[in-house]
């Protein structure tokens, strides 16, 4: 979860700034740049590598079997073969980083002036979405103020097309061969190098990164588990806060954010389903399915925060629902609602073609075909795209923070129209707000941690299990 994140960076980062550098604070461009780089590795990470795994494995074989060394092979074919889905993951890194909000807010400074000079990466500075975290909830309605942040949305609305016209000017210049740049030609220098000395010092570099993905990890989660843990106990799992969160425990947190998620997928799920089963065995490619995948990819890419805005505007505002569990719901819903659509239509492409003409050739009708035959065969993709979606859920912040939760409450009420507590928004406001808390704070992002953890091993179990049974 992103807020997790901005937790570590708070308290490990900017004071290790703050005290190498000897500035006087730590939140700065700096902190926020590598928190940022941080979060934006997994998705590079991910997406590459299943770039790399879709190459065939006979481009591997045959290139070792003309005598390539594995290094070779892996820069002079893989590479090019999986350059599209690479480059791709790039772009969709940067993306992540352009979106993100609570990491960005808690480390950054805020300061809401140009850094002077403009290079002085120590200076505090604040992103567009901070601006609509910090500023929205003080502003009236209908104000100047209020349709200026709005503007701000739309900016980053923009952006986000931007980012997703790249991605694909990318994809689809790498796969016709043409080049992404002209870079002129640099004068080499004659000096050669054995190709054992270049597979060791390519390999060096490999290991290199490999090395440091891991360590990142192992210090946010090493310091975050050892810290946390001691704190983590059957009463501060299973009691109220009091004292504004410095003792009691986090249930009714625990609680809001299930009721948040499961109500978010309860919503997301059927229409995810139904649009993807539309594009995929409905729609042919024409003009309008064009325009609803840009739409669909433009969705996925929203930062989440205008969701936020939005709810805060339309549902709390406007419908005058005010802060309630219903609104957080359908903030949540809108947000992951694109990650339903484009796993399930993948699940939809990978069933066989031959089942579906065996259905017909037995006389089945289309729907009868989806409904006992296409979905069924694809159920892991599917479930494995909600439970999915049930965990990236679970870890926002931004959406709900304006339209459903409060810092602290001491009863669960079943109402949908009555505000919740959930654990990333209680996480945020103790860290950021309530000094003496340092335990709360490492056991909330204990169990939050945990929480998503679980939802992402159980997609990954019903995914075996599914595939298991199917095959």
Known sequence: PSVVYGFFGMLVLCSFLQKTLDIPSGFSWAAASVILGIMALPTIVSVSEDALSAVPKDFREASLGLGATRTQTIFCV?????????????????????????????????SA????PLWDVLSPIRTLTATLGIELAEVSAGSMHYHALFGIAVILLVITLLVNLASRF??????QGKPLFILPSLPSLPIRISRRITEKAAFAGIYLGTFAVLA???????????????????EFLTESPKDLGRAGGIFPAIIGTLELVFGAILIALPIGIGAAVYLNE???NSRITSLLRTGIDLLSGT??????????????LFLGWGISLLAGMICLALMILPTIIKTTEEALKAVPQSLREASFGLGAARSQTILRVVLPAAASGIITGAVLSLGRAAGETAPIMFTAVVFSKRFITPDLFEPVMALPFHLYVLTTSVPNTEPQQYATAVVLICLVAVFYIAAAVLRRKLQKNLS
């Open 170 to 175: 990318v994809t689809k210049r790498i796969e």
């Open 113 to 116: 002036i140009i850094p002077s």
């Open 216 to 234: 990142v990890l192992a210090v946010i989660l090493g310091n975050i588990f050892i810290n946390g843990i001691p704190a983590v106990t059957w």
């Open 78 to 110: 893989l590479l090019p073969a999986a350059a599209s889905g690479v480059s791709a993951a790039v772009v969709l890194g940067m993306g992540r980083a352009i979106g993100e909000t609570m990491a960005v807010m808690m480390v950054a400074g805020n």
């Open 282 to 284: 409905y729609a042919g």
């Open 303 to 316: 930062p989440s925060i205008v969701f936020g805005v939005f709810g805060f505007a339309f549902l709390v």
